[in-house]
């Protein structure tokens, strides 16, 4: 992949298709007429269960759709799979896996689909990818242009839940917290409940801060699940309304 060096982030022109730098060679993104919506969130914050049930309102209202996430690929989602259970991973050679799936499901999945008409469910995108590379201390100019390639969605949703809540809901959900959601290979804290609470808090942090670039909208996930569906449902609506 020839990455061409593009530090900087285009301003959207409203009603046009675009990629965030070169893209995909060959591809023209006028001709992807579907609809790209993510949600981000951390593990915990609803994110799967609400685009679960954005599926099932989107197909009952006759929109065909297709869902995509990390670690999906089907080119290197096992081997990233077993490479993280060593945890022993490099920032960077995390990094590159990581691009590697999202590369494979957009050239294989996302953009086909989308030139087909359908839309696309991100359960996250390259956000998350991006804020857990600079927590890490990888360089923002280089993640940006990694992931040149990327298409702007039409909608990104970033369900925003507080430390606190993330770890009753994953305790909750799972009896335990996951090694590299709770950054303990970043050493903040030997207590693994500490330093998850540090590792989101500053994940937080630096998703606020992307949002300052990249413009997508922030939603409460500290409310009820219905309370969030409703408000996704409504920005959605106005997105296929091409509002």
């Known amino acids: 992949m ?37 949600v981000e969130g951390a593990d915990g914050s609803g994110r799967s269960t609400q685009i679960a049930r954005l599926v099932e309102w989107l197909e ?10 990390l670690k999906r690929s089907t080119l ?11 945890n022993i991973l490099s920032r960077t050679t995390l990094s590159l896996f990581y691009t590697t799936d999202f590369a494979d499901q957009l050239e294989n999945i996302i953009l086909p689909a989308l030139k087909a008409g359908f839309i696309v469910l991100a359960d996250r995108y390259i956000y998350t990818l991006m804020a857990r590379d600079m927590v890490r201390g990888m360089d923002e100019g280089w993640l940006k242009n990694i992931y040149s390639i990327a298409l702007e969605p039409d909608a990104v949703f970033y369900l925003e839940v507080e430390a ?26 030997r207590d693994v409940f500490d ?26 996930g500290n409310r009820s699940v219905d309370a969030v569906t409703i408000e996704l449902r409504r920005k959605i609506s106005a997105v296929l309304a091409g509002k």
Not at 206 to 213: D, E, G, I, M
């Open 195 to 220: 330093s998850f609470v540090h590792y989101q808090t500053a994940m937080r942090t630096v998703f606020r801060r992307l949002q300052k670039t990249y413009g997508f909208t922030i939603v409460n």
């Open 60 to 69: 009952t209202c006759g929109h065909a759709t297709v869902q995509v996430g």
């Open 2 to 38: 020839k990455a061409q060096l593009k530090n900087h982030i285009p301003v959207p022109s409203p009603g046009r298709r675009r990629f965030y730098g070169h893209g995909i060679p060959g591809v023209k993104a006028d001709e992807l007429v579907g609809k790209l919506i993510a």
């Open 76 to 86: 290197v989602s096992e081997e990233l799979e077993r490479a993280q259970e060593g």
């Open 164 to 189: 606190e809540e993330l770890v009753q809901r994953n305790l909750a959900k799972n009896a335990t917290l996951d090694y590299w959601e709770s950054g303990m290979d970043l050493g903040l804290s």
